[in-house]
């Protein structure tokens, strides 16, 4: 990737789903540090430790299932959107949960990564720009209990596990 950036055929290098033990790993080495990380995070999996990380060594987060992939067929899935914090602030401002999820996300200085086939909900996610949630609401949204959605799913039977790595699985790594 440092050869097709030193050629120009790659304007920066993007990583996905570094941990912050990967990304220190790696920008111990890297002669040109990515640009990006996109990795899983949202109200159940915030990734703090890993956001300050990234602040500190200008490397920009890009959050992906910022909704918490709320029609994923896996089983169990934790849901951002039925979580009561969230609705309860959602109630507040007058918003849907997946407003506050995603304006949330834009206030903590990520770039987010919702996907909706639907068109009023599109039309409700870009509708998060000429309002914001005000501290104290941003203070009880960083108290939500946290949970990876992968994490979850990490001992299933492997019929599941195949169907995971078709879902999710780029050219990434996770731990
Ligand atoms: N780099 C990686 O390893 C990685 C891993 C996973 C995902 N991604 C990327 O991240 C993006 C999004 O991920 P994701 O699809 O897992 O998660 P997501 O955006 O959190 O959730 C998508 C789900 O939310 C529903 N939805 C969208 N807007 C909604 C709203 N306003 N209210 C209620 N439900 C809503 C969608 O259903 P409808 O379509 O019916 O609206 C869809 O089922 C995708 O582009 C994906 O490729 C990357």
Redesign the pocket.
């Known amino acids: 990737m440092e050869k097709l950036y030193d050629s120009g055929k790659a304007r920066a290098i993007g990583v996905?789903?570094f941990s912050s033990k990967k990304m220190e790993d790696l920008l111990a080495v890297a002669r040109v540090p990515p640009a990006v990380n996109?990795v899983?995070c949202?109200l159940i999996w915030q990734q703090d430790k890993l956001r300050k990380l990234c602040h500190s060594r200008g490397v920009h987060l890009s959050a992906?299932?910022?909704?918490?992939?709320?029609?994923?067929p896996l089983p169990g899935i934790i849901s951002v959107?039925s979580n009561p914090i969230v609705i309860s602030v959602a109630e507040k401002l007058q918003k849907?949960p997946?407003?506050v999820a995603l304006r949330w996300g834009l206030q903590m200085g990520q770039s987010i990564?919702?996907?909706?086939?639907?068109e009023a909900?599109i039309k409700?996610?870009f509708d998060i720009f000429d309002w914001s949630i005000p501290k104290d609401l941003m203070a009880e949204l960083s108290g939500i209990k946290q949970a990876c959605l992968k994490s979850q799913h990490m001992f299933l039977p492997m019929s599941h596990v195949i169907d995971l790595s078709s879902?999710?699985?780029?050219s990434?790594t996770w731990k």
Do not use: D, I, Y
């Open positions: 996905s789903n996109q899983e949202h992906f299932s910022p909704l918490g992939s709320p029609g994923s959107l849907t997946a407003q990564l919702p996907k909706s086939t639907n909900r409700e996610n879902m999710f699985v780029t990434t």
